[in-house]
């Protein structure tokens, strides 16, 4: 069983710490908590928390150097600001220290959880590819890297597998025993025009002109067998960074002012 994605908390508001750290209780996930920028940098180093929420105006040092001071010991840590206001100077230094973004006070938890649950990795990899070996493979590299996982052998039953489950990428093998993976792709973005696709083959040079159909038709990546798996694990890194960075939308000053 996985544990619980902790979130740390951080604001000089104690009131708005408990009412986030109330309803993260409830929707199942673990939550520290820090009054000041400070005192963030400190839990950062003691807890490890798996995604920081901070607001960007506090006494003492504010969330820009905060995450300045974080990144030095957490370089890849999720981290949210919160302020009712950001100016554009602090917009540019959450750019800089990556920041996913700067969400508006009062904040929308909806949106909120939505990341969370993207963070916590709820999101299926679907592995269609009629060798059970490969499958069994690819299936148990993944978990351990805390993904689920689903595999399919028959590429006419891939569509009812995304009907049924939020699937964040499909890993398609080319040649599925008599089926043709780049139907079953074309089939893919019918229904799903964004769902990223990751192509895979067996049969090097002899799919050449069939990878170069799957990248015409929109597959995200194509990969030979055997798969390097570091850059597999890279590819669905990026499709799930990207997923997280576009539900957040793009870091800007909502409510700005300059100065001050």
Known sequence: MKRALNVLVVDDDRRMVKTIRDILRLKGYGSVEAYSGEEAVARVAEEQPDCVLMDLKMSGIDGVEALRLIRATAPDLPVVLMSAYATREQVEGAK?????????????????????SLLKKEESILVVDDDPVFCRTIKAILQRRGYRVETESDGTKALGHMECNYTLVVVLDLKLGQEDGLEVLGKIRARYPSKPVVLVTGYGRETTADLGKGEEVGAYACLDKPLVIDQLIEIVEEISRGKRQALLGELSAGRTRHGG
């Open 96 to 116: 800089k220290y990556g920041a996913y973004t700067v969400l508006t006070k009062p904040i929308d938890i909806p949106r909120l959880l939505s990341f969370l």
